[in-house]
């Protein structure tokens, strides 16, 4: 599913919104949630999952075009975990 789709099925949905009201909430909700992840916090949405930053230590890689070793930075990375039921819902 898409941003688009999303904001298509909500709005289908909640027909006191208009398309454009509900775009917006979607927008401030995942900016919202990249907000706090920049922030290192967790976000966690109860019956889906849940989303935290894992720090990935420098390493030597390789590049795969010319083979020549190179060195990949230390990163942050966002990490999702399916909540218990979600995980229920798709086993079903």
């Given at each position: 599913?898409?941003k688009?789709e999303?904001?298509?099925r909500?709005?289908a949905e909640?027909?006191?919104?208009?398309k454009?009201?509900?775009?917006?909430i979607v927008?401030?909700?995942?900016d919202s949630?990249?907000?706090s992840?920049?922030?290192g916090?967790k976000?966690?949405?109860?019956?889906?999952?849940?989303?935290k930053?894992k720090?990935?230590?420098?390493?030597?890689?390789?590049n795969p075009k010319?083979?020549?070793?190179i060195y990949?930075?230390a990163?942050?990375?966002?990490?999702?975990?399916?909540?218990?039921?979600i995980?229920e819902r798709?086993n079903?």
């Amino acid at each position: 599913m898409t941003k688009s789709e999303l904001i298509e099925r909500v709005s289908a949905e909640v027909k006191t919104f208009s398309k454009k009201d509900v775009e917006i909430i979607v927008d401030s909700l995942f900016d919202s949630m990249s907000e706090s992840l920049s922030r290192g916090e967790k976000v966690e949405i109860r019956g889906f999952g849940s989303f935290k930053i894992k720090e990935r230590e420098g390493r030597q890689g390789r590049n795969p075009k010319s083979g020549e070793n190179i060195y990949i930075e230390a990163k942050r990375v966002p990490f999702f975990k399916a909540g218990k039921e979600i995980r229920e819902r798709i086993n079903k």
